[in-house]
Antibody
Framework: EVQLLESGGGLVQPGESLRLSCAAS????????MTWVRQAPGKGLEWVSL????????YYADSVKGRFTISRDNSKNTLYLQMDSLRAEDTAVYYC???????????????WGQGAPVTVSS | SYVLTQPTSVSVAPGKTARITCGGN??????VHWYQQRPGQAPVLVIY???QRPSGIPDRVSGSISANTATLTISRVEAGDEADYYC???????????FGGGTNLNVL
């Protein structure tokens, strides 16, 4: 069974940093692109970032470009999201999810992890 | 950037058919995927490639697409179908993955 388990969420002050992790199991992690999607309280889904299977290419939403860094360690079956210069508007539940393909393209996301809550507040 | 437009809410009586639309410029040229999100839970894929159902999704759930609108149809609606539904595409011009604003399905 494919499983994704996020960790690392919490409460931080504006301007601070946080790193999320997503531990994957049940599939050949190194064969698939992975993504982060967030959901602010009471709002819809917002795509954040995607990384291809070998980590060589990354993609970011305009709202986080230059502040967030996606990475992966295929030897540990783990996806990361380094979030720097956090703002109040980054407050959300952050989900990791698996793409059905190795690279970028017309892909969907399935399955999703249970989500990691991040709160940015002073 | 590419925009997907969904109605905020759709209401339907049990046993009836619910149709949730997703509009976008020339969306018929893209592949549309749909997710269900029940309260307090992570999203679940219910339709991919416009019309395909993942294993475990009942055949009451179906997808269709025309030139400028994709539609998620849920037949014989049950109380358990009450959830938020999101459409999603990949925008080739920006290399961004885009979600619609979401539609709350209310079962009367």
């Amino acid at each position: 069974e494919v499983q994704l388990l996020e960790s690392g969420g919490g409460l931080v002050q504006p301007g601070e940093s946080l790193r999320l992790s997503c531990a994957a199991s049940g599939f050949s992690f190194s064969n698939y692109a992975m993504t982060w999607v967030r959901q602010a309280p009471g709002k819809g889904l917002e795509w954040v970032s995607l990384i291809i299977n070998n980590g060589d290419t990354t993609y970011y939403a305009d709202s986080v470009k230059g502040r967030f860094t996606i990475s992966r360690d295929n030897s540990k079956n783990t996806l990361y999201l380094q979030m720097d210069s956090l703002r109040a508007e980054d407050t959300a539940v952050y989900y990791c999810a698996k793409s059905p393909i190795a690279v970028a393209g017309t892909s969907w996301f399935d399955p999703w992890g249970q989500g990691a809550p991040v709160t940015v507040s002073s | 950037s590419y925009v997907l437009t969904q109605p905020t809410s759709v209401s339907v009586a049990p046993g009836k058919t619910a149709r949730i639309t997703c509009g976008g410029n020339n969306i018929g040229s893209k592949s549309v995927h749909w997710y269900q999100q029940r309260p307090g839970q992570a999203p679940v894929l219910v339709i991919y490639y416009d019309t395909q159902r993942p294993s475990g999704i009942p055949d009451r759930v179906s997808g269709s697409i025309s030139a400028n609108t994709a539609t998620l149809t849920i037949s014989r609606v049950e109380a358990g179908d009450e959830a938020d539904y999101y459409c999603q595409v990949w925008d080739t011009h920006s290399d961004h993955w885009v979600f619609g604003g979401g539609t709350n399905l209310n079962v009367l």
